[in-house]
């Protein structure tokens, strides 16, 4: 089994890296894959925590680079998901902990036994930055229709173009306000991907479940009815290879809402 | 039998359950080559080995130019000796395999009460041929059903009674002398927790406690007075714990802060998740205790963890390790004047938190 291994990064910090990891590595799992959620961010460490298994945690990325404990042990389990694994980071160390080189080996043994190892990367671009990127060989761009994350995530796909061994790169657009595109107040899709000229592999709009969701420590795809939980399913399903259309995400869900679309459908076919 | 590095080969001894078999298996299993020159983890079941049992088998593995360098095992009696040999105690089968080291949730005092109930019942199903043994898990058993009703006179006419029971008396000499000495230092729902313990456990575990003050002390003694107390004996470990030194710190521990010492720590004020506690004796919390304390990190499985707030991600102690149960998922502590101060320690292999005042 040659697992695929993909880096989620995003320059800027606070657009949802570690969220986006959490749901898709979750997502995959689901689906049936073996999947091991690697997390760099060693010092400010918060994947554990959207996962809920902050409290599990015996061994870390570092112990394992430093041989104090083999590799599988510091795998811990979903507590759900039993396809599911997560090697976190150290709290009490900083970046400089793990080098490139030492990572590179740690994906690769990793590669033998799971379908996907998904690296949650840290903000910035130094060190760990470099260390996150250097096992993967695909990333996953993740930005929000802001000026400055776009600005960043440019930086960012330079840097991965320019990096050996990263084949391919996609990217994400988290938080999406339909309505706010609607009035003109935010960039929208199209116009991000135009600024930066990559291919979108899903769309996640903004949603209050996400807060709620990291606080009880419980990703999103786990709640059937959340929309940012089934963009997230979708997203899944693309990096698996199939098909899935883009989800309709200005949909209102009330029926006010549908009410209303369908109103406004007809004032604009009356001008017409 | 399973070889998963090139320096440590692990010895899975685990189903065999006698001594002198372990001894034939092990020296069969050290004749093949690729057992040399190599770090051995032995693991090994429920079976009681003696200094001079262990001492054969490092001499064993020694006589191939291997090392042992830690034993893993189910019986407290064989890793109390093997700690005082130097050897390494490991739970290397929780670590190796898949699943996560801190399995179990720690518990409350309510909980183990609950769980030794469950077993009791158990016990007493099958054991239903042992008068004895029924006898004193029916008394066990009546003192626990009466819990909530019971003050601490009752508790002192049943373990009068159980006193003038010659029967009993030869029975369970050491169980006597654990009562007192629990009895003297426990309060009163923790004498009814010992109690259940000492009724309803059937192979006799000597855990002795320390003092916990000398006001509580005074206390229980007056209200004990008809017993005998014997005179506290103090195990070396009880010594040791007691001339280790003790650093105090004033300050909040935050996130990422590591804290160790070769001593006791007492902390005055907050310890925030995600930052960690080792100390070689005991470690106490002026405060709310929310990241990792490892108690007895040298193997003092007699080291304790104090805090005003126990809300700890994991706790250690010695070997044993526990994590927060999950129900227990709470944002954040709520800060007031009335805490209820609790204490861990290790009860039967397994970490048990206590409310020390209720």
Not at chain 1, 109 to 118: C, E, F, V
Request: overall charge negative; proline content about 3%.
């Amino acid at each position: 089994m040659a697992g695929r291994v993909i880096v989620i990064t995003s320059g800027k910090g606070g657009v949802g890296k570690t969220t986006t990891s959490a749901n898709i590595g979750t997502a995959l799992a689901k689906n049936g894959h073996k999947v091991v959620l690697v997390d760099t961010d060693i010092g400010l460490r918060n994947l554990d925590l959207l996962l809920g298994l902050e409290n599990r945690i015996v061994y870390t990325l570092v112990d394992v680079v430093e041989e104090r404990c083999k590799l599988k042990q510091a795998l811990v389990k979903d507590k759900k998901n039993p396809n599911l694994c997560l090697l976190a980071a150290a709290q009490t160390r900083d970046k400089s902990s793990v080098s490139a080189e030492q990572l590179k080996k740690i994906t690769e043994k990793l590669k033998k036994d799971y379908d996907y190892i998904l690296i949650d990367c840290p903000a910035g671009i130094e060190q760990g930055f470099q260390t996150a990127i250097a096992g993967a060989s695909e990333a996953i761009v993740v930005t929000t229709p802001e000026m400055s994350a776009v600005r960043d995530a440019d930086r960012i796909i330079g840097l991965l173009e320019a990096a050996d061994g990263i084949e391919s790169y996609k990217l994400l657009i988290n938080r999406v306000r339909p309505n706010m595109i609607k009035s003109n107040d935010m960039m929208s899709v199209d116009d991000v991907v135009n600024i930066l000229s990559c291919q979108p592999i899903g769309v996640i709009p903004e949603d209050t479940g996400i807060i709620t969701s990291t606080n009880r420590g419980e990703p999103i795809v786990n709640n059937e009815k959340s929309l940012a939980g089934k963009a997230y399913i979708n997203v899944a399903r693309r990096i698996n290879g199939e098909d899935v259309p883009f989800l309709d995400i200005d949909e209102p869900k009330n029926l006010v809402g549908k009410l209303k679309k369908f109103l406004c459908g007809l004032k604009k076919q009356g001008k017409e | 039998m399973e070889q998963y590095n090139d320096n440590v080969y692990l010895i899975d001894l685990g189903e065999i359950n006698t001594a002198p078999e372990i001894i034939f298996e092990l020296s069969s299993i050290l004749d093949k080559e690729e057992a040399k020159n190599k770090r051995i983890c032995l693991k090994l079941g429920n079976v009681d080995l003696n200094q001079a049992q262990i001492l054969s088998i490092k001499s064993l593995i020694s006589g191939i130019d291997s090392i042992l360098s830690s034993i893993d095992t189910k019986s407290i009696e064989t890793e109390k000796v093997a700690l005082s040999l130097g050897i390494i105690v490991s739970n290397i089968s929780a670590e190796n395999s898949l699943e996560v080291a801190p399995t179990m949730p720690y518990k409350t005092a309510d909980e183990l009460k609950e769980e030794i109930l469950s077993q009791e019942q158990k016990q007493s199903d099958i054991e239903e041929d042992y008068n004895i043994v029924e006898e004193v898990e029916e008394s066990g058993e009546n003192n626990s059903e009466h819990k909530p009703e019971i003050d601490e006179k009752t508790v002192k006419e049943e373990i009068k009674e159980s006193e003038q029971n010659p029967q009993l008396e030869q029975q369970k000499e050491d169980f006597d002398k654990q009562n007192n000495e629990e009895i003297k230092t426990e309060d009163k729902e923790e004498v009814f927790d010992e109690l259940d313990v000492i009724f309803g456990s059937s192979p006799a575990k000597n855990t002795f406690f320390d003092m916990e003050s000398e006001q509580n002390k005074y206390e229980e003694k007056e209200e004990l007075s008809d017993i005998i107390v014997p005179e506290q004996e103090y195990t070396k470990e009880d010594i040791e714990l007691e001339s280790f030194p003790t650093k105090y710190i004033k300050q909040t521990i935050r996130s990422g802060q590591v804290i160790n010492y070769e001593g006791n720590i007492v902390i005055i004020g907050d310890c925030h998740p995600g930052c960690e506690i080792t100390a070689f004796g005991d470690i106490t919390v002026w405060g709310i205790l929310s990241g990792i304390a490892h108690a007895g990190a040298g193997g003092n499985q007699k080291a304790r963890v104090r805090a005003l707030k126990m809300n700890a991600i994991q706790l250690r102690i010695a070997n044993c390790y526990s994590r927060r149960p999950d129900s227990l998922n709470t944002v954040y502590i709520e800060k007031t004047n009335s805490f209820t101060p609790e204490e861990a320690r290790i009860i039967n292999g397994e970490i048990v938190v206590f409310k020390i005042n209720d």
